[in-house]
T-cell receptor, first 115, second 113 residues
Framework: AQTVTQSQPEMSVQEAETVTLSCTYDTSENNYYLFWYKQPPSRQMILVIRQEAYKQQNATENRFSVNFQKAAKSFSLKISDSQLGDTAMYFCAFTRREYGNKLVFGAGTILRVKS | NAGVTQTPKFQVLKTGQSMTLQCAQDMNHEYMSWYRQDPGMGLRLIHYSVGAGITDQGEVPNGYNVSRSTTEDFPLRLLSAAPSQTSVYFC????????????FGSGTRLTVV
């Protein structure tokens, strides 16, 4: 079974600084997709960034970027120039190339951005 | 753009009661899913559907039923509510292209007393 591990239950960062959230996963598949979702206090789940396993280039979306290490099965999220609005729970998620697009989530990391 | 609409947003049930959580999407997505979110456990898949008339079980299906008579709607039924079903429930939808990722509804906080 696929598993996703987020080893940092909580993190904090000063406004304008950079923070990295860790995620590791376990799979025997070669073709799969990885995602980071943000859940602010509003409870809404917001897709932050996605990575396709067959692409070696790390995905980037504005201030958000990933460090995808396929051999190590690691998928960390880097947030640059942190803003107060980045305060949220962040979930790492995995889906393999299969029927149904079933997402497997990590337990989440609470990120607090301090002013 | 409505996206994924879930109702209700909050609900309190007594043990043994039944209810249906509604979910509708207007993006013509093929895939729809229900997840529950519990502290320290992330989101876990309850049931999913790859198209109208086709449903299957996820990781934690016991106590829940689903059906999908149209592409747009995917209701989740609790047949006899139990305190263990106290959770936040999310409906989500996506295109069959796995790279697109899921779009989530705003969630339903359910408390069973």
């Amino acid at each position: 079974a696929q598993t996703v591990t987020q080893s940092q239950p909580e993190m904090s960062v000063q406004e304008a600084e950079t923070v990295t959230l860790s995620c590791t996963y376990d799979t025997s598949e070669n073709n799969y997709y990885l995602f980071w979702y943000k859940q602010p206090p509003s409870r809404q789940m917001i897709l932050v960034i996605r990575q396709e396993a067959y692409k070696q280039q790390n995905a980037t979306e504005n201030r958000f970027s990933v460090n995808f290490q396929k051999a190590a099965k690691s998928f960390s999220l880097k947030i640059s120039d942190s803003q107060l609005g980045d305060t949220a729970m962040y979930f790492c998620a995995f889906t393999r190339r299969e029927y149904g697009n079933k997402l497997v989530f990590g337990a989440g990391t609470i990120l607090r951005v301090k002013s | 753009n409505a996206g994924v609409t879930q109702t209700p947003k909050f609900q309190v049930l007594k043990t043994g009661q039944s209810m249906t959580l509604q979910c509708a999407q207007d993006m013509n997505h093929e895939y729809m899913s229900w997840y529950r979110q519990d502290p320290g456990m992330g989101l876990r898949l309850i049931h999913y559907s790859v198209g109208a008339g086709i449903t299957d079980q996820g990781e934690v299906p016991n106590g829940y039923n689903v059906s999908r008579s149209t592409t747009e709607d995917f209701p989740l039924r609790l047949l006899s509510a139990a305190p263990s079903q106290t959770s936040v429930y999310f409906c989500a939808s996506s295109y069959a292209d796995r790279a697109a990722g899921y779009t989530f509804g705003s969630g339903t906080r359910l408390t069973v007393v």
